[in-house]
């Protein structure tokens, strides 16, 4: 079993849906949580992060952490077709700090 | 400021033949990472170099070589390609060798090993 669980998708939704992303863990180790955005034939760019449990607001961008279910979330509100990417959850594990990345959830914004 | 850079962008292999993925990055970045990045399995690290004159192994080291030429660049080396290296590889730094701070991505050289 993978560490880190990240539903590949596709996630199809139209524009101006609020969408929902996760990933759960494994560890209760892991201590900081991050999303990354990919779009197609990029290099994975930092979108948010987080420490905590609770929430973290970035204009659209809501990332949630919840420690005692060992489950993270990224959501968008008001979806746009410049939305549609691969979103990839990463996580440290404060043992020996090395960073864990789920296998990424490919977005999809319909017009 | 080009942030991360890659050469080359594509590459195709014959089993057994080696190449030299070359990695600069222009923002003063003291740690620099090697990933790997296959369908269904996320990002893996290959290689990381925390500060120049040091690297260490990653979760997926065999096969591969690496060299912090400088505060600058990180090549990483196949010296006997193989199939299962095809991939996509992607070179990143970051400010401080701290693993949580913030990496910043190259746009990754795509291989293929026939």
């Known amino acids: 079993q993978k560490e880190v669980e990240q539903d590949p998708g596709p996630l199809s939704v139209p524009e101006g849906a609020i969408v929902s992303l996760n990933c759960t863990y494994s560890n209760s180790a892991f201590q900081y949580f991050m999303w990354y955005r990919q779009y197609s034939r990029k290099g994975p760019e930092l979108l948010m992060y987080?420490?905590s449990s609770g929430n973290k607001e970035d204009g659209r961008f809501t990332a949630q952490v919840d420690k005692s279910s060992k489950y993270i979330s990224l959501f968008i509100r008001d979806s746009q077709p410049s939305d549609s990417a691969t979103y990839l959850c990463a996580m440290i594990r404060s043992s020996n700090y090395q960073l864990i990345w789920g296998a990424g959830t490919k977005l999809i914004i319909k017009p | 400021n080009a942030g991360v850079t890659q050469t080359p962008k594509f590459q195709v292999l014959k089993t057994g033949q080696s190449m030299t993925l070359q990695c600069a990055q222009d923002m003063n970045h003291n740690s620099m990472y090697w990933y790997r990045q296959d369908p269904g399995m996320g990002l893996r690290l290959i290689y990381y170099?925390?500060?120049?004159?040091?690297?260490d192994k990653g979760e997926v080291p065999n096969g591969y070589n690496v060299s912090r030429l400088n505060k600058r660049e990180f090549s990483l080396r196949l010296e006997s390609a193989a199939p299962s290296q095809t991939s996509v590889y992607f070179c990143?730094?970051?400010?401080?060798?701290?693993?949580?701070?913030?990496?910043?991505f190259g746009p990754g050289t795509r291989l293929t090993v026939l």
């Open positions: 987080t420490y």
């Open positions: 170099s925390a500060s120049e004159g040091t690297t």
């Open positions: 990143a730094s970051s400010l401080g060798g701290d693993r949580s701070d913030e990496q910043f």
